[in-house]
């Protein structure tokens, strides 16, 4: 199967049909456009047209011009988005050699992982606070095996100091972690339509960090999360998809990065993990993450067993 090989427009789509009568559909979609969420919502309504489903009326439970309004509400120009990303993501992209493996989490293995991460601060983690806290804490190990001790940022932006250590880091990660994503609730995003000063106030600080020593020499790790998108959902008429992924990323510049997708089962979690190559040979040694994950398991064998 080639693959797309440009990203000359917004969005690039590949049929790709094969004798033994499977179908793979490849998508390169430009986040200019729309991140995942909006992606699903696309893919859900192009299936409903070609199922004669309709479509184009919010038959994937979200009306298109819902999905218009982000330019109105958050204006980039006067917001600094633009500058503020470029800026942000030059200073998390780095050289070298990057690959992307695939490790996978069954429901029971996220269940056990889930009663580990339980601390004072969070008494029941989600999946997804279970499984990117235990990433987490393995890539910041991995990190500062090869690089004597570094800092780390993640979404909490929670630097690791080995004199802060305890036995078992894993509780307080998924609390840092439920902490910062608890702040972005529903108040906060109603303050942020009615006083763009906010956004352009934080937005203000990142510019700062990133142009100052503070975001030099500094490890970061992205996780974007595509848990509950329901893309095992989208049927174009020929059944529901066997599995859905991300591809690997293999450029002498790029990120830190995870992207968690559901397994097909609903309750598993496939974790696509972008690292320096010297960095992933140590994430793969990883014991404790061995015990929860399976590392690129073929598709067909995913299952529930632990």
């Known amino acids: 199967m080639l693959l797309i090989a440009t990203i000359d427009r917004f969005r690039n789509i590949q049929a790709n049909a094969f004798r033994c009568g499977g179908i793979a559909h490849g998508i390169c979609n430009s986040h200019r456009l729309h991140d995942g969420i909006a992606l699903g919502v696309f893919l859900q309504e192009w299936a409903a047209v070609a199922r004669g489903s309709g479509g184009g009326s919010g038959s994937s439970g979200v009306a298109a011009r819902d999905l218009m309004v982000a330019a109105k509400l958050f204006p980039a120009n006067d917001l600094w988005l633009s500058d503020s990303s470029k800026i942000v993501f030059n200073s998390m992209c780095r050289p070298g050699n ?7 989490f069954t429901g029971p293995a996220i269940e056990a992982l889930r009663a580990r991460g339980k601390g004072p601060s969070v008494k029941s983690p989600t999946r997804v606070e279970a499984v990117s806290g235990l990433l987490w804490k393995c890539a910041m190990a991995a990190l500062e095996r090869k690089n004597n001790g570094s800092s780390l940022w993640l979404a909490a932006h929670y630097k690791s100091t080995k004199s802060h250590r305890t036995e078992d880091v894993l509780p307080s990660l998924v609390g840092e972690l439920r902490g910062a994503l608890s702040k972005v609730d529903g108040e906060f995003l109603s303050r942020l339509r009615q006083d763009n000063s906010l956004i352009s106030g934080s937005l203000e600080k990142v510019l700062g960090v990133g142009l100052s020593e503070y975001g030099q020499g ?48 609903g309750d598993g979690i496939e974790a696509w993990v972008t690292m320096d190559e010297p960095e992933m040979a140590l994430l793969q040694e990883d014991t404790e993450l061995r015990a929860f994950a399976n590392l690129n398991p073929s598709p067909l064998t995913i299952s529930s067993k632990f």
Do not use: A, Q
């Open 218 to 265: 500094v490890d970061h790790f992205v996780c974007s999360s595509w848990c509950s998108f329901e893309f095992y959902d989208i049927d174009f008429g020929w059944g529901r998809p066997v599995w859905v992924s991300s591809i690997g990323l293999c450029k002498p510049m790029f990120l830190n990065l995870i992207f968690l997708v559901d397994t097909r089962s």
């Open 98 to 104: 990057s690959v992307t493996k695939m490790f996978t």
